[in-house]
């Protein structure tokens, strides 16, 4: 198949339809950064063992840079961007407010990441012990904050939040 | 009444934090300009060779292709960078300037050097034209281990040199060989101890664009240093300085390397979008980390000390031997810093130490978090455990003997540091920092009882406890803008870029306090030189302490202009004042109270007179340089259990007690030491380049080279304690690098520990399971042997 070939893809991104045509060796991340302009989801290895660029497509978490755009066709991917529609100055998602309470972050460059994997894992983990969480967390790799304020982060948004274990 | 609130020493939350968990935070790589190309670079495969051409002429016919650019093609814009760091004006020293230059000509000098440059429609056209290209090359020799590259006849990295000799460095204090002389014990070893890489999970990223009708160039870099670059930039490029605006926006992550000048890659990228008119944007991709990245590498030490009979340091000699990689553009920084921090925080009184930096091809080394301080502490650690053995001490009754006494600061050591500065340690008070370490691990207990009853059952847990100064906080010099808006809002502008740190609150809580606002009214920027252009950068664990001292500074003088106003228009003398809750009133007369913003606005009256003499507005600049680095301090302790037949180990208990002086942020000073502790625990157990005799990087991506994950890596429990730095205004000194530099000297210690009768001696860093294995079965031949 020649590189240049295009096809078509219809998918839907934090609830909103795309139709595109795009070249099939187009990563999914780099189309939903570069094409579609959600530059949240970061990209960090491209080998699928940092997790920075994880996403959900149709409600579990994949790894964006191992798939192809057009591999999603038919399909509903939520990024970081999904999950506090009115941004910044919006509130936040009570993850995202946990995360900030427990300063689970530092360059934040892994974030986005983090919390794509963590909101299926709680919505199938209502309370997760210690171990739990860390296994959870141990395909998302971080330098900054060694994890801990991280696993303080997601206790403390299940104690506040029932609704996470939606 | 309460009085205004107070920010500085509480636990306030970032001000960053919505911007980077809602996805909306700016890092390089997102930006998108309307034409933008990209670019890939064509790198050596070979660590050593002569390079006789490079055929890119397919690659230019490839559709998509604008432009590929060899050595030859740069024309005067091609020549060796500038020596970043000069070294410090140490009597004798010999250092070989050799710096990287930015595609290679006639000869490659380590795996991944770029040898050609391809801009084009798309980064997967840019990539794919790296295909179409041939390197004709004839392979040399190569410089991997440190002792081979100084034999005789050992091939040349730079063959203009006599050597692989990239410098000689010689600093002495007091009078070694009598000290040893009058020893009751001299103890030696050989010690090695390998860094890896730093691995910023984002990395590196340079978007460049030339604006022809303002004749500007912007450039977006994931650089520690934006005013520097900007400036060297502007130099290459024969623009003015106020043509180029360097922005390093969210940078995610640093840790050292994130500050060269420059690398290839900056410095093309700029020249590419200003001879195309089109902007250009390169991103480093994991694998291209790994090989062109600067990293830190191995240094081998033949360290002695000499004992008094009690335990005390009589002296200590070191002779070693420091791998530079194939260009040294920062000086001498990384080993200088291991020479000095040996001393730790101990009373030597006699010192003779000597290194040697060495090229080879690898690729170039620069600091990364610690930046050769741990190589210091891991020698001088290793030597008082074995000087403890020999003399039958208490490992923590020989560094308690030997720690500097609170009378004895400020504290000479009569050498030179990296900074250039002597290396004079301003404050400390370092024993109530170990023994708050030892109960919060509660050491008698767990040698005394739970040691015992656990090894009773067969297990091998071990106990390491380690002391450490970090050198931090160095110049020159930091500055800072700080503006009330009429809004009320204050504008907080200083050069220092930031990779995660907390800057934009922990400067806004600084000024919050003088000007009595509130935190989040306080807007703090970083890292573009179009808002400040003067200033170094973010390195030494120096943010906080020059920066932060120059954003106090800066509203100290506001907060003057603010009373000079407030109180002819209150008509009441200043000292009666009170700035709080974002107003300025009289003090017990909160109907006087006028907001800043008001204040602000009459500031700049639109028409009437003024006084002369009087500026506009409610800002001020300030800068500050310290005269000197200030010296942080603490203690680390760990326990483990190691599996003697798997070799794995677990660290069951992690204790980092730190002196960092006056704490501005508990909370963010945490999160500093919780990863350093993880980075350090990377280095120790998990992360090493492994280089063949070729000089290729054997492990370059993520699944080889192991960064310790959620599940490696243990809960840190901390203390803080508060010997302010008589340095700077705010009594601070840094903390990025402690959690780091002792770990591995931790570790060894505790693994020992663990293993203790087994003859089991750790000299060497990183240890991994497989060679901690080797090692444990080489220790049980020796045994077995006796």
Redesign the interface.
């Known amino acids: 198949m020649p590189v240049n070939q295009q096809l078509p893809v219809d998918l839907t991104v934090n609830g909103v339809r795309h139709h595109r045509t795009v070249e099939p060796r187009l990563l999914l991340s780099d189309f939903l950064r570069h094409e579609l302009g959600l530059t949240g989801t970061h990209v960090g290895c491209e080998h699928g063992v940092c997790g920075a660029c994880t996403v959900l497509l149709d409600g579990e978490a994949v790894r964006s840079c191992l798939m192809f755009a057009i591999q999603t066709d038919g399909h509903e991917i939520t990024t970081v961007e999904g999950l506090a529609p009115d941004g910044a100055g919006g509130a936040l998602h009570p993850l995202q407010a946990a995360f900030r309470e427990a300063h689970a972050l530092q360059c934040g460059f892994c974030t986005p990441g983090v919390l794509m994997t963590l909101v299926p894992f709680l919505r199938d983990h209502p309370a997760p012990g210690e171990r739990e969480i860390r296994e959870a967390l141990s395909g998302n790799l971080c330098r900054c904050t060694g994890y801990q304020n991280i696993v303080a982060a997601v206790r403390l948004a299940c104690d506040r939040s029932p609704s996470l274990r939606r | 009444m309460t009085g205004p609130r107070r920010y500085v020493g509480e636990r306030v939350?970032?001000n960053?934090?919505?911007?980077?968990?809602?996805?909306?935070?700016?890092?390089v790589?997102?930006v998108?300009l309307e034409g933008m190309l990209h670019v890939a670079f064509l790198r050596s495969q070979h660590a050593h060779a002569r390079v006789k051409g490079v055929d890119v002429a397919a690659a230019r016919r490839r559709p998509g292709v604008v432009a590929v650019y060899t050595a030859g093609d740069l024309g005067d814009f091609w020549r060796p960078g500038p020596l970043l760091v000069p070294p410090p004006p140490i009597p004798g020293l010999l250092f070989n300037s050799c710096t990287q230059v930015p595609l290679a000509k006639d000869k490659v000098r380590h795996a991944g050097e770029p040898l050609a440059m391809v801009v084009a429609e798309s980064r997967?056209v840019a990539e794919?034209a790296l295909e179409d290209m041939t390197v004709d090359v004839e392979p040399l020799p190569a410089v991997v281990d440190l002792e081979a590259a100084l034999a005789p006849g050992a091939p040349l990295v730079h063959e203009h040199l006599p050597s692989n000799v990239a410098a000689h460095v010689v600093q002495r204090k007091g009078d070694y060989e009598r000290a040893r002389s009058g020893a009751h014990a001299v103890i030696t070893r050989r010690l090695r101890y390998d860094r890896g890489a730093?691995?910023?999970?984002?990395?590196r990223a340079v978007v460049a664009q030339w604006d022809p009708r303002a004749e500007e160039l912007t450039v977006w870099d994931t650089t520690q240093a934006p005013i520097p670059i900007r400036n060297g930039l502007a130099g290459l490029l024969g623009l003015l300085e106020s043509q180029v605006r360097v922005v390093a926006p969210?940078?995610?992550?640093?840790?050292g390397p994130k500050i060269m000048m420059f690398y290839p890659e900056e410095l093309l990228v700029p020249w590419a979008a200003m001879r195309l008119g089109r902007p250009v944007k390169w991103s480093e991709?994991?694998q291209e980390n790994f090989y062109a990245t600067t990293q830190e590498r191995g240094q081998i030490h033949d360290a002695e000390i000499a004992l008094a009979r009690d335990g005390r340091i009589l002296g200590v000699r070191d002779r070693f031997l420091h791998d530079a990689g194939a260009y040294d553009p920062y000086g001498l920084t990384v080993p200088i810093n291991s020479q000095c921090t040996l001393l730790g925080p101990y009373d030597i009184a006699n010192y003779d130490s000597e290194f040697t930096a060495v090229f080879t091809n690898k690729t170039i080394v620069t600091p990364v978090r610690g930046a050769g301080r741990q190589h210091g502490v891991f020698v001088i650690e290793r030597l008082l455990d074995y000087a403890a053995r020999q003399l039958g001490l208490d490992r923590v009754e020989i560094r308690r003997r030997n720690l500097l006494r609170p009378e004895q600061f400020p504290h000479n050591h009569e050498i030179l540091f990296q900074d250039s500065a002597p290396l004079v340690y301003d404050s400390g008070n370092y024993e109530p920092a170990l023994d708050e370490a030892l109960r919060i691990v509660d050491y008698e207990r767990f040698v005394r009882e739970e040691q015992p009853r656990l090894r009773a059952a067969g297990r091998h847990v071990g106990i390491g406890v380690v002391c450490y100064v970090e050198g931090t906080g160095i110049g020159p010099y930091e500055g800072a803008r700080v503006t009330v808006e009429p809004s009320g809002r204050v504008r907080v502008a200083t050069g220092v870029g930031t990779?995660?740190?907390?800057h934009f609150t922990v400067f806004a809580q600084i000024v919050a306090d003088v000007l009595g606002v509130d935190v989040e009214q306080v807007h703090v920027i970083t890292g573009d030189t179009r808002e400040f252009h003067w200033g170094t950068g973010t390195f030494a664990s120096r943010g906080a302490v020059v920066a932060g001292s120059a954003c106090h500074a800066a509203a100290v003088a506001v907060r003057e202009k603010i009373l000079d106003l407030a109180s002819h228009l209150l008509e009441a003398p200043k000292h009666d004042l009170e700035l709080a809750d974002g107003s300025v009133g009289v003090r017990g007369a909160p109907d006087s109270a006028v907001g800043l913003g008001e204040i602000a606005r009459r500031a700049n009256p639109l028409r009437g007179a003024v006084r002369p003499g009087t500026e506009p507005g409610l800002e001020a600049t300030a800068y500050f340089g310290p005269e000197r680095g200030s010296t942080a301090n603490g203690v680390h302790a760990a326990i483990v259990e190691v599996d003697p037949e798997t070799a794995l180990v677990e660290v069951t208990r992690y204790v980092v007690v730190h002196d960092s002086g006056r704490v501005l942020n508990p909370?963010?000073v945490?999160?500093q030491i919780?990863?350093?502790?993880?980075?350090g625990i990377g280095n120790a157990f998990y992360e090493q380049l492994v280089y063949d005799e070729n000089g290729q990087l054997l492990n370059a991506?993520?699944?080889d080279y192991l960064?310790p994950?959620?599940?490696d890596?243990p809960?840190?429990e901390t203390a803080h304690r508060e010997t302010p730095s008589p340095l700077n205004p705010l009594g601070v000194k840094g903390v990025g690098e402690a959690?780091a530099i002792p770990a591995g000297a931790a570790f060894a210690q505790a693994v020992e520990d663990a293993l203790a009768g087994s003859g089991l001696e750790i000299t060497e860093i990183p240890l991994s399971p497989n060679r901690l294995f080797e090692l444990i079965a080489e220790a049980g031949a020796g045994a077995r042997g006796r």
């Open positions: 939350r970032r960053e934090d919505a911007r980077l968990l809602t996805g909306r935070a700016l890092f790589d997102d998108r997967y794919d730093a691995a910023a999970i984002e990395n969210f940078v995610g992550g640093g840790f991709d994991r990779q995660g740190q907390g909370l963010l945490d999160g919780h990863g350093g502790v993880a980075h991506s993520f699944m960064l994950t959620a599940t890596v809960p840190v959690g």
